[in-house]
């Protein structure tokens, strides 16, 4: 068990790939932004990739460890320290009954994650503990933690002093550029060469009216092909308006003249273009982009994409661990 | 992959949609993970470590193929009779507030009909229950329906609003485009909006039978019918959803033939309004 004393900004529980099968019904996957650090978090203490943990966003939680266990903490750099002593990162950590787990802000990147030996135990809820703060499902009561919450752990038998290999970590951009791969498509008729042009060479600032949601950009104007411009009523008036369509997770998607990343806790569907598409491989970059960074788009095709995700899926195993 | 049909807001092409997301799941072809169909496209989630991109577009390109025409798809058809109150209070009182806070508009029921050439909101009212609806997709928000009106003399139009609201009561009825929605819960919207029901459409306590295999009311594919009803009989309703002794009246032995459907709005005359 493990009781919350301060909950940090927004921490919730998280779970790999998270809740998959209920797009057509409008639920989104949820689950880990920076999937990569969260996989190697369970790994290092003996989890299946994918089991429950938790998801701190910019500021970490303080937490009481009410169990002795083994914990790892993964991802963003939130200066963590166990009863005041420094907490080293990218490795797994005895924790005796009673020690006390605080985080302090991202100094670099934007996301942490506290893997626990036996995952975290909360019911799940349509297949997957992942929290869907908009809606208030999964994870506790379907929010973030809040401060005197016990959160159920399972039973693992986790091992300390396990560490992530240093060229297994996922390199977070020191300078606040991220350089991000896209894959064209599905609207990209839509957008004329000159937009995709500007779309490509401009460095986007992530707005802070971003969330689990959507990532809002702040850039220049899209232009457009006469597929947006000559097209039937009932698509709508903006150029950016189509009929209604189904949207893919990490849809780049262009609501009016804002370009908004669709990212785990997004909508299934709506009426406007998606010209880019952020592939699966580049979603934990999105995970550890804080507001007002940069972020710089590079094209892929889908075949380099997907090449891309099976280096990341090779690198989440056990060989990644020393 | 987003498997596009065509470039237009028609039942054929949603009829298209929903047939290829019908024979994928039969075919349980490996590495397609789930599909969901939308007005007139179908998206198809893969699994790349199972699937190529390429073999994807193959595989579902002969299966279009196999489709032949919509005439001969048939698809599993749930009824649903929803009881909703035109022309309320509350969906009033939510325009009035977006006029206040916002933006001074026409309110939504009498610019519906007056953009429509219908006499007035009696009318809009007759006109718009008059009809079944098609679920043609769901999302947005988890179980919120996007539907069509299935007979074709009961087909009107609205623009959505520009801003859009920032809230809507639960439960609310509207449309944008030639859609008619239904708020699962109360959240932003740009729809025009003018009734309400008191059935709630999804239950995450799963309260309800209807909701034994899924916590939102609808599939793509049923068919909802609006039945109008008054204060007294809305309050009575609510009461009951409250203690959780309503009933869902619901046809659950149906198929929906394309074929019969489009010869039976063949016979009707689609100029002459309820």
């Known amino acids: ?322 | 992959m987003l498997i596009e049909f065509g470039n237009e807001m028609n039942l054929e092409l949603n009829f298209m949609a929903q047939g290829l997301a019908g024979t994928i799941a039969a075919q349980k072809i490996a590495g397609i993970v789930e599909t969901a169909p939308s007005f007139a496209s179908l998206l198809v989630h893969y699994d790349p470590d199972e699937i190529s991109f390429k073999d994807l577009r193959q595989e579902t390109t002969a299966l279009i193929r196999s489709l032949g025409p919509s005439d001969d798809i048939m698809l599993d058809s749930r009824l649903f009779y929803l009881p909703t109150m035109y022309l309320d209070r509350w969906t009033r009182e939510c325009v009035e507030d977006y006029c206040n806070k916002i933006k001074r508009k026409e309110p939504d029921p009498e610019f519906v009909a007056r953009i429509n050439g219908l006499a007035d909101t009696n009318q809009l009212v007759r006109v718009h229950s008059g009809t079944e609806y098609w679920v043609a997709a769901l999302g947005f928000w988890p179980g919120l329906p996007f539907m069509m009106a299935l007979d074709p003399r009961c087909v009107i139009t609205a623009p959505k609003y520009n801003p859009p609201r920032t809230w809507t009561p639960q439960g609310t009825v509207g449309m944008g485009g030639a859609s008619t929605a239904i708020y699962p819960v109360a959240t932003p919207g740009g729809y025009q909006i003018f009734a309400r029901t008191p059935v709630p459409i999804w239950d995450t306590e799963k309260r309800f039978s209807v909701f034994h295999d899924s916590i939102v009311l609808f599939r793509a594919g049923d068919r909802v019918k609006f039945m109008p009803i008054g204060d007294e009989e809305f309050e009575f309703i609510e009461a009951k959803v409250k203690d959780g002794t309503y009933i869902y009246n619901v046809v659950e032995y149906q198929k929906f033939s394309v074929m019969d459907y489009k010869v039976w709005i063949a016979t009707l005359d689609k100029d002459r309004r309820f």
Not at chain 1, 212 to 236: I, N, S, V, Y
Request: glycine residues 12%; aromatic residues 8%.
């Open chain 1, 1 to 322: 068990m493990i009781e919350v004393i301060k909950p940090g900004l927004e921490t919730a529980v998280q779970d790999y790939p998270g809740r998959i099968g209920y797009w057509a019904q409008g639920f989104p996957p949820s689950g880990p932004m920076d999937d990569w650090s969260f996989r190697l978090a369970n790994l290092l203490v003996g989890n299946p990739v994918g089991a429950a943990a938790l998801e701190c966003q910019f500021v970490g939680p303080t937490l009481r460890f009410r169990t002795a266990t083994v914990i790892a903490v993964c991802g963003a750099d939130m200066k963590p320290t166990l009863d005041g002593k420094p907490f080293p990162m990218w490795q797994s950590v005895a924790v005796n009954l009673g020690d006390v787990l605080a985080m302090s802000f991202a100094v670099v990147g934007a996301r942490a994650y506290i893997a626990v030996a036996g995952g975290i135990d909360t019911p799940p809820w349509l297949g997957s503990r992942s929290t869907f703060h908009k809606a208030g499902v999964g994870g506790i009561g379907g929010h973030a933690l809040k401060a005197g919450q016990v959160i159920a752990v399972g039973t693992g038998n986790g091992l300390a002093g396990r560490r992530v290999r240093p060229d297994a970590r996922p390199a977070f951009a020191a300078d606040k550029k991220w350089n991000v791969e896209v894959v064209r498509g599905p609207n990209d008729d839509w957008i004329d060469e000159d937009g995709h042009q500007r779309f490509l060479m401009t460095e986007w600032k992530l707005s802070s009216k971003s969330d689990r949601t959507g990532f809002r950009l702040d850039g220049p104007q899209w232009t457009f092909t006469a597929m947006a411009t000559e097209k039937a009523p009932e698509h709508g008036s903006e150029p950016s308006n189509i009929i209604d369509q189904g949207y893919p997770v990490g849809a780049i998607n262009l609501a009016g003249q804002t370009p908004i990343i669709l990212v785990n806790d997004g909508p299934s569907m709506g009426g406007f273009i998606n010209p880019y598409t952020v592939p699966s491989a580049a979603f934990w970059k999105l995970g550890q982009a804080k507001p007002a960074e940069v972020l710089r788009f590079n094209a892929v095709s889908v075949e380099e994409a997907q090449t891309l995700r099976h280096k990341i899926d090779a690198i989440c195993t056990e060989s990644s661990i020393i």
